[in-house]
Antibody, heavy 118, light 111 residues
Framework: QVQLVQSGAEVKKPGASVKIACKASGYSFTYYAIHWVRQAPGQRLEWMGWISADNGNTKYSQKFQGRVTITRDTPARTAYMELSSLRSEDTAVYYC???????????WGQGTLVTVSS | QSALTQPASVSGSLGQSITISCTGTSSDVGSYDLVSWYQQHPGKAPKLIIYEVNKRPSGVSNRFSGSKSDNTASLTISGLQAEDEADYSCCSYTGSSTPYVFGPGTKVTVL
């Protein structure tokens, strides 16, 4: 079945960077874009950016521009999201999701909790 | 980019129907038939239950239905069941530099 499996939880200090992996299976990896969405505790989902798994083109939310980098490794069927200059407000669960032609997110990865604390 | 608004909570008895609203603007919900809805149980990832305003993915119960009028989209859950107790978030495509906006989520309680 179509599945996205993310790397495990991370604890980082303020100012550090975190890189999360999202491994896809069950479909043709290069046919769909992978998006990243985060959810801080008690907050709404927040779109961060996306990458074309085909050509590697990316687009980022202005809020994260300059701090976020999304890449992919096509042979490994894996997308990555790196967020730098972490601060406490970046504590959240980070999700990857495949985007369909209907521009909806399906499926989602299981989520990766990133805790930023000194 | 404005965010979408939803009621914080909605409740209903087993077997009843409930409706959750999702209000945006003419720049997002009102401009595109690209509203989707996600069900999220505590500690779990969101699950797509409605896309393109009123379409259901394969495997999603037909008790879930969606609609839209002007700048407001709605999700209706009919024949409420215990397993429907979850958070429901709407999402709209915006066509702007931030292409997706989400609602804050609505907690559904089954009485």
């Amino acid at each position: 079945q179509v599945q996205l499996v993310q790397s495990g939880a991370e604890v980082k200090k303020p100012g550090a960077s975190v890189k999360i992996a999202c491994k896809a299976s069950g479909y043709s990896f290069t046919y769909y874009a992978i998006h990243w969405v985060r959810q801080a505790p008690g907050q709404r989902l927040e779109w961060m950016g996306w990458i074309s798994a085909d050509n590697g083109n990316t687009k980022y939310s202005q809020k994260f521009q300059g701090r976020v980098t999304i890449t992919r490794d096509t042979p490994a069927r894996t997308a990555y999201m790196e967020l730098s200059s972490l601060r406490s407000e970046d504590t959240a669960v980070y999700y990857c999701a495949r985007v369909l032609y209907s521009l909806s997110f399906d499926p989602w990865g299981q989520g990766t909790l990133v805790t930023v604390s000194s | 980019q404005s965010a979408l608004t939803q009621p914080a909570s909605v409740s209903g008895s087993l077997g009843q129907s409930i409706t959750i609203s999702c209000t945006g603007t003419s720049s997002d919900v009102g401009s595109y038939d690209l509203v989707s809805w996600y069900q999220q149980h505590p500690g779990k990832a969101p699950k797509l239950i409605i896309y393109e305003v009123n379409k259901r993915p394969s495997g999603v119960s037909n008790r879930f239905s969606g609609s839209k009028s002007d700048n407001t989209a709605s999700l209706t859950i009919s024949g409420l069941q215990a397993e429907d107790e979850a958070d429901y978030s709407c999402c709209s495509y915006t066509g702007s530099s931030t292409p997706y906006v989400f609602g804050p989520g609505t907690k559904v309680t089954v009485l």
